[in-house]
């Protein structure tokens, strides 16, 4: 009788090899699978978070022209070349750069002292600490005008570079050496122009505090002509749009406080004030913004290393190992989403403001579930698909604070205008009125309403003579001019205001 033959085996060493390879098979399938659900996970959750954002209006509220200068009759004011100490700067003389910088550097560490002391006390600047921060000694018996004098005794090695500044910015449009695109040496302008404002609004103040209010209005002025001059030799490559810096508002502010202004000097400056939007000053900044995340992703491989530099910056060798692998796995369409995604995030900062008045439109809780996390909505394994979103960086991550930066900055500046009327009213009846609206024709450029509600500001008479002005701040409920919670404006009679 035959026995039957076993069949032939495979050596178990290529059974092994065998089943490794379908084991290996099987996990690339897998893991190809895994990496279409991911990107066809991510692209939807693009398309919805950029749809839902995209049924808004963007918010277009009229942009505020810029800073008024003058006829265009009006004489060129001097060149920046012809002054002694920017001319050889501009055009790229070695040796006056030299000698520049040694003066840059001087106003730096004039201005880099220690903050270890307050030195705004209700709103008004305390020059015995500054003082006392730079090391000077400050008598017990210093008075606040006595430290201002003493500060600008300080500041006086300066005098000459700030008088060649107020004559280079005082008339018409400065005449820069070379174009700022072009220009290798634009880039020291720029520092040279912020030390200066730093400087000018520093002096400004200590001269309104030790009485020169003649010298602060000049600095005002130099200040105001500062910003408008800057819009014009910068106009679409920078922050500079030709509306007032928080510095020359500031000082602005405290001249009111102090009852330094005369009636036509706080009509100079409202008219000025009146023509500030801070949201079409946001929305500009928005524009810029969206331009430059365009760019950096537009042109993501041709950075690609400093991206995986962004990437690996881990103390984990795993979780760099990773990050490598993640980074070799990118493609065009994840890096499309991304800047899209990122591209969102802007225009929903100023979504909450209402495109046809501008006023502030409180989000719902539909709109907040809609905004919610790129990674989030787009499940598990989002945060590998929008793993570079934030590579760009930015600070435009959080709509509540970016709303409440506009609402309190716009409040401000119609409370000054508001203050500005009452001022004048009180320095003709002496007395504040009872009612706000018995200013509302002294306004220039028209009735200031709340940004964050629409309706008009809130005014109280105070039994000292005083009166108190608030809006409502981002909660849209008035708190009687509650400092924490409303944008409130107090005077009170023999306060430093």
Not at 475 to 483: A, E, V
Request: one cysteine or more; charged letters at 25%; glycine letters at 8%.
């Amino acid at each position: 009788m035959n026995k039957p033959v076993p069949p032939k085996r495979f050596p178990a060493w290529l059974r092994g090899l065998g089943w490794l390879a379908f084991g290996l098979l099987g996990l690339v399938t897998i893991l190809v699978v895994a990496r279409w659900l991911v990107m066809d996970s991510g692209h939807q959750a693009t398309k919805r978070i950029v749809g839902s954002q995209r049924k808004k209006a963007v918010p277009q509220h009229p942009v505020a022209p810029a800073t008024a200068v003058g006829p265009a009759s009006t004489p060129r004011g001097m060149p920046l070349a012809s002054v002694p100490h920017f001319g050889g700067v501009l055009v790229g003389d070695k040796e006056a750069w030299k000698e520049f910088s040694k003066k840059l550097e001087e106003i730096t560490a004039f201005l880099r002292y220690k903050r270890t002391h307050p030195e705004i006390v209700d709103g008004v600047w305390s020059f015995r600490a500054i003082l006392q921060n730079m090391g000077v000694e400050v008598p017990e018996t210093m008075t606040e005008a006595q430290a201002a004098a003493e500060y600008l005794k300080q500041a006086d090695r300066f005098s000459t570079l700030l008088a060649q500044w107020r004559e280079a910015v005082a008339k018409g449009t400065l005449d820069k050496a070379a174009d700022y695109k072009s220009d290798p040496n634009s880039w020291r302008f720029g520092s040279l122009s912020y030390s200066i404002s730093r400087i000018l609004a520093m002096t400004a103040e200590a001269r309104l505090q030790s009485g020169d209010t003649a010298g602060a209005w000049a600095d005002w002025q130099a200040m105001k002509n500062s910003t408008a001059r800057l819009a014009e030799l910068y106009p679409a490559n920078s922050g500079y749009d030709g509306s007032m810096d928080r510095r020359t508002f500031g000082l602005a502010r405290s001249g009111m406080r102090s009852g330094a202004w005369t009636d036509d000097q706080l009509s100079e400056i409202s008219s000025m004030v009146a023509l500030e939007n801070v949201l079409a000053s946001a929305q500009r900044d928005a524009e810029r913004e969206k331009k430059s995340i365009t760019d950096y992703y537009m042109n993501f491989h041709k950075h690609e290393e400093q991206f995986g530099k962004d990437l690996l910056k881990t103390p984990s060798q795993f979780n760099q190992f990773v990050n490598q692998v993640k980074l070799k796995l990118i493609t065009e369409q994840q890096i499309r989403d991304n800047m899209e995604v990122k591209l969102a995030e802007v225009d929903r900062m100023l979504s909450c403001f209402d495109p046809e008045t501008g006023f502030y439109m409180r989000p719902t809780e539909e709109d907040l579930k809609e905004s919610g996390g790129a990674e989030e909505s787009a499940g598990m394994l989002g945060s590998f698909y929008f793993m570079i979103k934030d590579l760009h960086g930015g600070g435009y991550d959080d709509q509540e604070i970016a709303a409440r930066y506009v609402i309190k900055a716009q409040s401000e500046y119609d409370q000054f205008r508001l203050a500005a009327a009452l001022e004048t009213y009180q320095r003709r009846t002496g007395s504040y009125p009872d009612r706000l609206d018995a200013i509302y024709d002294k306004l220039p450029g028209g009735v200031p309403l709340d940004i964050a509600t629409g309706q008009p500001y809130f005014y109280a008479r105070s039994s000292d003579g005083g009166y108190s002005l608030w809006g409502t701040g981002i909660d849209g409920r008035s708190d009687g001019g509650h400092d924490k919670t409303d944008v409130t404006w107090k005077h009170r009679p023999g306060k430093a205001r």
